[in-house]
């Protein structure tokens, strides 16, 4: 199995949203669903540590592509540790399918786990956190109110910017559904209303009105 | 009076964090203030709109020195707007006297006014945003667990990051002390309320227990 410490040098490359950070978050919260919901515990561990992790292989491709270059470096790692070549094909299958607009979906439990464990990540206050990172990064608002177009089609209207807020209503609040296992989806629940308290807040805050 | 959308051309050099969205929650906030403490609220409402405007001057100074660049440029647009020059002075008592850790302290009701609704958009979900998008922008993470040191004397240990949280701890938990009006306070203890209960949650949820 490797370590905590052995996989942070996989991740120098990493922008600050998906940064090690995230890693250990979701190696965490996989652990805990993974033992919640009876799976394989080293399975999952090892898919968590090792998911984002193609910075180390040499010329690696774009985000779009992350999740094959990183399950080719997890047979390779694996494999240097001893692993049977069904245990890796499992960690491998792990990580393809925990892309959100993945080909592959997640057909195991362990699977499954990782999806849900990644997702989370994106919701509560790691979620306020990553949502107002990413949009302070890119320059785009923290609120700004949406069109009707917007609320209707998911589509701004010119000049309408995608702030934090529009992030958050078009993608942000549908994440729960696609989740799998009922751990994951209890837990969901309490961040998502946190997410969505949130933003009322700071709307609120906005116009001065609390 | 200045209009806003005249204001929005004076802030085009900004900060993502000191942008135009802070000026206008800032002059919403000292509108409100002004209403509850019965001060001046046009004087409010200039100073608010002026306060960070040192963008405009050509060759403008360093952000330590921008509250006397701000007050000189407020002087050029309240004469062209034909205020008279006791009414002058008191904004420019307000813009010179909203810094922290400026010498000058605010006096008049409208200076404290202006000085507090600076401040309560440090607290809240503004706060927040605030402090997890400066994070984000300095490269600093969002929580690192802070050292014996640095809580007994707000100074790190050799490769201590200062995290979002740490600014938390060191700074925006101390705001509220310095304000000046009682409807402030009472707004600073509700939005204080709120950070400190952010971080509990993102820090249990760094630790997948939430």
Redesign the interface.
């Known amino acids: 199995m490797p370590t905590i410490e052995q996989a942070r040098a996989w991740y120098v490359d990493s922008d600050?949203?998906h940064d090690f950070?995230h890693v250990l978050?979701v190696y965490?919260?996989a652990?805990?669903l993974a033992e919640a919901e009876g799976a394989d515990v080293d399975i999952v561990r090892a898919a968590a540590l090792l998911h984002d992790a193609e910075g180390a292989t040499p010329g690696h491709e774009s985000r779009a592509d992350h999740h094959h270059a990183s399950a080719e470096f997890a047979a390779q790692v694996l494999t240097s540790e001893g692993w049977d070549a069904g245990r890796i094909a499992a960690v491998q299958h792990c990580i393809r399918a925990h892309r959100y607009r993945g080909t592959e979906k997640p057909e195991s439990l362990e699977a499954k786990i990782l999806f849900d464990a990644d997702k989370l990540d994106v919701l509560?206050?790691?979620g306020?956190?990553r949502v107002?990172?990413y949009?302070?990064?890119a320059?785009t608002?923290?609120?700004e109110p949406p069109s009707r177009q917007f609320l209707e089609t998911g589509k701004e209207v010119e000049g309408e910017a995608h702030s934090?807020y529009h992030e958050h209503l078009f993608k942000l609040r549908k994440v729960r559904e696609r989740m799998f296992t009922v751990t994951a989806r209890a837990?969901a629940e309490?961040?998502l209303k946190?997410l969505d308290e949130?933003?009322e807040?700071?709307i609120d805050?906005?116009?001065?009105k609390?």
């Open positions: 600050p949203v950070d978050r965490r919260m652990e805990r509560g206050a790691i306020v956190a107002i990172g949009a302070t990064l320059g608002p923290w609120y934090a837990i309490e961040r946190y949130f933003f807040r700071l805050e906005w116009n001065g609390r």
